[in-house]
Structure formats: C-alpha cells, structure tokens
C-alpha cells in the first residue's frame, strides 16, 4: 500500500477538491449512522405505541436522509472523478516526459512493451482508485466508529459480537491484501511481456510472413496469453472466494445478536426498536470492513502499479544533461568531429554480467566539410560509434569532440541540432509526405522541401503517389518500399540543413544508381561534414577518407589508393564484393 502514497505530488495541487470529497464522504457517513435511529424511534414510539403521525413524519425525515446522502454521494464522487483526472493527466504526461529524457541505454532496458503498460494499463489502476477509492477510505474508519460508538450506547453487553467479528474478517482481509499485492504484481510483469510479445509481432509481419512462423507465433503469444490468463486467475480465485466468506461471518453474527438480543428483549432490557438498531449499526460495522475488501483489490493493484510508474521516474537518463551546457554555435567549426581513445562498452540487463567492448581505443578526426566512410563488416561497431557523436550514448572512457567541444559540455538540443541522422531503419509517422518532411523543420518552405526531396531522389515517386507531397502514409510509412522510406528520411534530414550528416547505411535499399545521384547531389551542400556508415564498399569509394573497423578497433584510414596498397582487409572487402583483382 505504501508506494500509493508517491501520488501525493501529482494530487497535491487539487488538495482543496480532496478536502470537498473528504468532507462530503463525512457528511454521507454521518447520514447512514442517523437512519437507524429513526428505525428505532418508529418501532419504539410510533409502531409499538400506535402513533401514525410520529410514524409518518419519522419515514418522511428517513426518506429526506436518504435522499439527501444519495444526492451528497453524487457531487462527492463527481468532485473526486475531477480530482482524479486532474492529477492522473499531470502524471501521464510528466511519465511520458521522463521517459522523452531517456537515452538509448535506458530504452534498452525499459522494452517498449514495458513502457506502454506503465502509461496505459498502470495508470488505468491508479486513476480507479483515486476515483473510487478515496470516498470510500475516508468512509470506512468514520462509518466504524460512528457504529460502534452507537452499538455501545444502545447496548454495551453485546458488543461481544462484534470483538468476536471484527478479528475474523480482519484477518481475512490482511490475509487477501498480502496476497494478492504479490499476484497483482506477477499478473502487471506478465502483462508487460505479452505487450513485447504482441508488438514484436505487429512490428514484424514481413519477417513472420517470410519465414512461414505465423503457427510459431500464435503458439508464442499463446504461451504468455495463458500465462497471464493463470495468474489473473489466481487473483480473481482469491477475490472470489474472500465475499462468500465475510458475508457467512457477517450472517454468523447478525443470528448471535438476535438471540442473545432477543433474550435480553424478553427480560425488558432493550426494547424491540433498539435491537432492530442494534442489528443495523452491527451491519454498518461490518459494512466498513466488507467496502474495504471490495476496493483491497483495487488498492492492491494500484500500490503495485504505482510502484511500477515510480520505477520509471526513479530511472535517471544515463546521458544527462549538463549543468551550464555550451552552445556549439560559439564553434568556429561545428562540423569537426574527433575521437580521443574512445572506448564503449553496453551494460547487460543481467547487472552481474559484463559485455564486451563494442568500440576499444577509437582515435580519428574528421575536418569540416569531409566526406568520411565509415565501413566494416556486421558488428564491427560503425552504428556504435556514430551513435557517440550526437550523444545517444556517452562513452565508457575516452572523449568525443565536436566543433572542438567534449560533447558532455554541450547542451542536447544544441549538439543535435547541429547533426542530422538518416538510419538504416527509418521511422516514418502517419500523416501526410509533407508532414514527415517537414517533422525536423516544421517552418521550412515548400521550395525547401521539393529541394531536399530533388537531392535525395524522392521527388519523382511522391509526384507519382495519388496526393503528391500530401499523400497519406500509413503507420510507419508501410505503403512505401524500403528505399521510398530511405529517401523521405534522407530528404527530412537534409531540409534540417545540418552541420554534420550521418547517414547510418541509409541508402541499403536504395539501387547503385540512385545513391550515387544522392551522393552526387550531397556534394552541392557546402561545408557540411557527411559520414557515411556502409557495408557497401560502393558506397565508401567517394569519400575524402574511409575508415575501416574491425571488431571495434580503426585498423586502418585514408583514401581508397592508400587503403588498396595498406590494408588487407580493406583490400578483402574490395575483392569480396568487386570481384576485382588488387595491383
């Protein structure tokens, strides 16, 4: 239950609409415990003592009560439903911010999946019991009391009953509420999975359909189905069999209070009306104890959670922001990039194992204006390194300077907008081609855009499309082939008109031809600094300089001459996908 308690900053600017919800909750309380007296006085002075008047203005003042508390109900949970969404939409949307300062080293521990149940599943429980179960705990101590503070006053002897009672269903509850605080827990990890599970699947149709696995995969997310389906069921089994148990306790003690109420009615002790109230207050007791069992489940899984959305914003970017972060603006040269004895190292989501180093003494400098090809075979860590120098990582030792500026002492927003990164696996959005175009520069001009759009050879087939360049794309631009997607993301990046251009194997679904006239159309954009990572040596072969890694280590850099007469594996890369002899 504690870490329901973490809510607190986000309801603490509504605290005037909690103490209206608070105060209307003591009001209905306060109404329910005067109805039984009313039941009492009818039998006692009105019924036993024919008095139709009394009777009749006693029912009218119970139907007024009941009323009035149905109607104090009403507005109090309607404040608290404002309450609730209030706070609930200022912590989405400071989660959904958290998680926007994330670096890739934190989304690689914190799976999309993972992610998306916390903002939408997590929430969800929370946002239920802020909304009902904020009247219902203020009611629950104020209702017990009240009762058990009129039981003694009507007739103390047997408020045996309810001492025999209350530890019964006390236990019970606690019993319920450690329990299933623990399966709640397991059923939110297991909801986690199936939402990796269902969006790795949505996002790899193609490869599914490729390979024929689709009986693979429905097996897969049937095998996490049922085991959610398990353990949500042995929540609600425990849930289930908790009711039927308080009710035979509650029933238990409402026939010891007839009897030995009855006895005491015949001895002239208590009178009929005080019994009938005797059994009503009893029911108000027991009442408090069986509301709480009814939202325990709601409590449960909120303080877990809870606890989940906490674990989100308890998580700290690991690339932070600077202090007093220097604006790159003040460089002379801000598209200079070097690397200083770098070395990165990704940490393992097992925190007692350690990976290998991805990159190991990584040294170079790329002048402003240079081309420079970055080339390797798979893994050899080309995507590692460009991804050191907007600062999607930050190194594990060494330094990386851009524009002459540990990137560390750059603010975010100044080093990325200075670079533009075209990846491999483009993310296109829904919306219209103008509107991904224009995603990174949203106030470029149309003439703008057809000009970057020319020079990444898109134009001609967003012409083609049925809208032009306000055709819709679908999620992910999936009405467009790999090298259409390749070619918008290019287009995009260039309108940005940055310093540095990384193209990370961007133009791998784009034919021979067509990314030579990219590369032909690149060299009109002057002074701009372009590396391109390749695995094609096609792509290497006009660049000022190529650097060559090999399992994290720049083994070899210079001119495609000097590599042909230096280097042999630059010279295997060559032949391997040539076919040429070397001289």
């Not at 007024?64 to 949970?77: D, E, F, M, Q, Y």
């Not at 179960?133 to 209702?143: E, H, K, L, R, Y």
């Not at 990325?416 to 081609?433: C, K, M, N, W, Y």
Request: glycine fraction near 6%.
């Amino acid at each position: 239950m504690k870490p329901l308690f973490r809510i607190w900053p986000w309801v603490k600017p509504y605290w005037h609409l909690m103490v209206l919800s608070l105060f209307g909750a003591l009001v209905t309380v306060s109404v329910n415990l005067m109805i039984p007296l009313q039941i009492s006085r009818i039998i006692d002075q009105g019924i036993s003592q024919s008095n139709g008047s009394l009777v009749r203005n006693r029912v009218l003042l119970m139907l007024a009560l009941a009323v009035g508390g149905i109607a104090i109900s009403a507005l109090t949970r309607t404040i608290a439903v404002r309450m609730a969404f209030n706070a609930i939409t200022d912590l989405r949307r400071d989660l959904y911010s958290h998680t926007q300062d994330f670096s890739f080293g934190n989304l690689d521990r914190l799976s999309s999946g993972e992610l998306l149940t916390r903002l939408t599943s997590d929430i969800t429980k929370v946002t239920t019991v802020l909304t009902l179960g904020v009247s219902m705990v203020a009611q629950t101590p104020i209702m017990f009391v009240g009762a058990i503070i009129a039981i003694v006053s009507i007739q103390a002897s047997l408020i045996v009953v309810i001492l025999a009672m209350v530890p019964v269903i006390g236990a019970m509850v606690w019993y319920v509420l450690t329990r299933s605080t623990v399966l709640y827990d397991a059923v939110q990890t297991r909801l986690d999975r199936l939402n990796t599970v269902l969006q790795e699947n949505i996002q790899g149709t193609e490869v599914i359909k490729s390979f024929v696995r689709q009986d693979h995969e429905t097996e897969r997310f049937d095998v996490v189905a049922d085991d959610l389906a398990h353990q949500a069921t042995l929540v609600n089994q425990l849930l289930v069999s908790m009711m039927p148990s308080l009710i035979v306790v509650s029933s238990l003690g409402v026939a010891a209070v007839i009897w030995l109420g009855g006895n005491n009615v015949m001895q002239g002790t208590l009178s009929e009306g005080d019994l009938v109230a005797f059994i009503s207050y009893m029911v108000l007791v027991v009442m408090p104890m069986i509301m709480f069992a009814f939202i325990q489940p709601m409590l449960s899984a909120a303080g877990v959670s809870m606890a989940r959305i906490d674990q989100v914003l308890q998580e700290r970017p690991e690339v932070p922001e600077p202090v007093k972060g220097l604006d790159l603006a003040s460089s002379e040269h801000p598209g200079e990039i070097r690397f200083d004895n770098v070395c990165f190292q990704y940490r393992a989501l097992d925190p007692n194992q350690s990976l290998d180093e991805a990159l190991s003494n990584v040294s170079f400098r790329i002048r402003q204006g240079q081309t420079v090809a970055i080339l390797g075979a798979t893994g050899s860590g080309k995507s590692t390194l460009v991804h050191l120098i907007p600062r999607f990582y930050d190194t594990s030792s060494g330094t990386v300077l851009v524009g002459g500026i540990d990137v560390r002492q750059l603010s975010k927003r100044s080093l990325r907008d200075t670079i533009g990164i075209a990846l491999q696996e483009p993310q296109l959005f829904s919306g219209t081609v103008m509107d991904n175009l224009r995603y990174g520069c949203p106030e470029a001009t149309e003439a703008d855009v057809l000009a970057a759009a020319k020079a990444a050879q898109a134009d001609r087939f967003i012409r083609s499309m049925p809208d032009g360049y306000d055709s819709i794309l679908d999620q992910g631009g999936a009405n467009l082939s790999g090298g259409q997607r390749q070619r918008i993301a290019i287009a995009r990046t260039l309108l940005s008109t940055p310093a540095i251009l990384i193209l990370d194997d961007s133009t791998s679904a784009v034919d021979l031809e067509t990314e030579a006239l990219i590369q032909d159309a690149l060299a009109a954009y002057e002074d701009q600094t372009v590396v391109l990572v390749a695995q094609r040596i096609s792509t290497a072969l006009g660049a000022d300089e190529i650097i060559v890694l090999d399992d994290g280590r720049v083994c070899a850099h210079g001119a495609h001459e000097q590599l042909m007469e230096t280097s042999e594996i630059y010279q295997e890369i060559y032949r391997s996908q040539l076919g040429a002899s070397i001289r």
